[in-house]
């Protein structure tokens, strides 16, 4: 009788640890899906790029790299941290996004990029794939903040110019600059 | 208090967009030039914060609305859309860009650093002209290439920039040496150096005679099809058929001509080839 009862306390034990990993695992799997939608989304049509066509394998890299470079620097521009710009940026861009990261910090202004959504075409591609010229076209909903508090928040459609050179092992950002139209 | 749109008349070159809204109107300038200063007017009363945000620039202050904004250049100097936020019972923003200077420098990618003489589209170059803040000028520039191998001019044209760039892609010259490569637009330019270099043989021609030791054979000197000397260091293999056995020797070019000893007592076929190119064959009696 007695190790009856022991069975049956220990498979209410089991039914209730299943049902906390179910929990658990349920939990996980909203928190990762969440964070891939909230990642930037990126699509690239390369078939106008010229004078070289854009392999597939490199349209690939491509996206992965910009992507990257877009989830860094909300990162970088929302913590105000520069850590994030290496890595995926050089050059000018590197320049000026740690100049704003700077600046921020001074002013103790911030950045939110939500949702993001870019459109890419590439639109140059050097005849010995050295450099690539990107228009994008980027949708995402911006936030201003100072000291943390949002003082201003918009959707915004916003045109950028993107140099990306290759390096060892990715593609980096070396030129963003936002213009009016294409 | 004068109407925001009244103030459109300063600086005499901004135009002016004036962005209503319920509160204030933010006028900005419609075409800014990045490094110059701009003005910005804010319609209202009373004290308001003021955001600017822009690329590599966040600035925040107190300011008086219906007093004119002045913005330096040096604050205006990366091209891009800018952000201005003005907040006092409520906040309101409106958003203009600056576009990038005249052409400052160029950026000039060529390639390849050494490249064989009359290869057709083997030297390609590409230009992106930036201003003095490096912003890249999106604003349709013509760029001159010129190609040139001592006196002689290989190219010399002209292609307007599209998106901010323009490229050239063409043969390389005949004569083996430093091609010079320049780009240019109004009194800029950058240069580049492709080194040319000879070809691939052309009539490789060995003679051959008996020695003590076997037989010694040599090339005549190693030119390629348009007359330059292929480099020192090229391989030039001699292979010798001797009664059914094959033996293969390599040898590099020194000062225009490779040599290699080969033993052979008997009747031999001699044969030179360097890369795909074959050369005569030369037969040599037994000794």
Request: aromatic share 6%.
């Amino acid at each position: 009788m007695k190790s009856m009862l022991i069975a049956a306390s220990l498979l209410k034990f089991e039914k209730q640890r299943f049902g906390l990993l179910a929990v658990l695992f349920f939990l996980a799997l909203t928190h990762f899906s969440a964070g891939a939608d909230a990642g930037p989304k990126v699509q690239l049509d390369a078939k106008k790029a010229g004078p070289r066509a854009v392999e597939s394998l490199t349209q690939n890299a491509i996206v992965r790299d910009y992507r990257t470079a877009w989830n860094n620097m909300a990162h970088a521009l929302e913590s105000n941290s520069v850590g994030p710009l290496d890595g995926p940026f050089t050059g000018e861009a590197k320049t000026w996004l740690w100049q704003s990261v700077m600046s921020q910090q001074k002013t103790g202004l911030s950045r939110r990029y939500v949702d993001q959504n870019h459109r890419v075409e590439a639109v140059f591609y050097a005849p010995e794939g050295d450099v690539i010229e990107l228009h994008d076209t980027a949708d995402f909903q911006l936030q201003i903040l100072d000291s943390g508090k949002v003082v201003q928040e918009e959707h915004v459609t916003a045109h950028y110019v993107v140099l990306m050179t290759p390096s060892a092992d990715r593609w980096l950002v070396r030129h963003l600059q936002s213009v009016q139209q294409f | 208090m004068r109407p925001a749109l009244l103030n459109c008349g300063f600086a005499g070159l901004i135009m002016c967009l004036s962005l209503a809204s319920w509160g204030q109107n933010i006028t900005v300038p419609t075409s800014a030039v990045a490094g110059e200063p701009a003005t910005l007017s804010i319609a209202g009363s009373g004290k308001a914060t003021f955001y600017l945000i822009g690329p590599g620039i966040s600035n925040k202050h107190e300011i008086n609305l219906g007093e004119d904004i002045k913005l330096r250049g040096d604050v205006l100097r990366n091209a891009g859309d800018y952000r201005v936020i003005v907040c006092s019972d409520s906040c309101h923003s409106a958003t203009f860009f600056v576009t990038a200077a005249k052409p400052a420098s160029l950026s000039f990618l060529v390639h390849p650093s050494r490249v064989p003489v009359s290869l057709s589209d083997a030297v390609s170059g590409v230009a992106f002209p930036f201003d003095r803040f490096h912003n890249l000028v999106l604003s349709p520039v013509t760029i001159n290439f010129q190609l040139s191998a001592g006196n002689a001019s290989l190219l010399n044209r002209s292609a307007n920039t599209q998106a901010g760039v323009a490229w050239f892609r063409t043969a390389s010259g005949k004569s083996a040496g430093a091609l010079q490569v320049t780009a240019s637009v109004d009194d800029l330019s950058a240069k580049r150096v492709v080194q040319q270099v000879a070809s691939d043989p052309c009539n490789l021609r060995i003679t051959g005679q008996r020695n003590a030791t076997g037989i010694l054979v040599q090339t005549e000197p190693v030119h390629d099809c348009s007359g330059n000397p292929v480099p020192d260091g090229t391989i030039v293999s001699f292979t010798a058929n001797a009664g059914g056995v094959k033996s293969t020797v390599d040898a590099p070019i020194k000062k225009g001509i490779a040599r290699a000893q080969i033993d052979a007592s008997g009747a031999a076929v001699i044969s030179g080839a360097s890369g795909v190119v074959m050369g005569n064959e030369l037969r040599v009696g037994a000794r």
